[in-house]
């Protein structure tokens, strides 16, 4: 089993930076994907990015260029460096992680960026 423990979330102007975190309890070396995830009031949860144990990484399209990944394997920790924040990132940011063949949320993190 895997706990995840995002944190990092909070209010941030148009613009603003943030930079999200997600400790896992294991080597997050030994999981298949690991990513980030967010939702919406209202809306469906939707894939911000993830990348697999291969190296592959997928970026939704609304935050290529703004939004970067990365981790610490000595650490368990997955990072989410949101840069040029805008309203419409605002939700809650869950962080998932895949050992086959379940799959393991955390308890996510709010992310409120005012206008």
């Known amino acids: 089993q895997v706990q995840l423990v995002e944190s990092g979330g909070g209010l941030v102007q148009a613009g603003g930076s943030l930079r999200l975190s997600c400790a896992a309890s294991?080597?997050?070396?030994?999981?298949?994907?690991m990513g980030w995830y967010r939702q919406a009031p209202g809306k469906q949860r939707e894939l911000v990015v993830s990348f697999t144990r291969g190296g592959d990484t997928n970026y939704a399209d609304s935050v290529k260029g703004r939004f970067t990944i990365s981790r610490d394997n000595a650490k368990n920790t997955v990072y989410l460096q949101m840069n040029s924040l805008k309203p419409e990132d605002t939700a809650i940011y869950y962080c998932k992680a895949r050992l086959w063949p379940f799959d393991y949320w955390g308890q996510g993190t709010q992310v409120t960026v005012s206008s």
């Open positions: 294991g080597s997050i070396a030994s999981l298949n994907v």
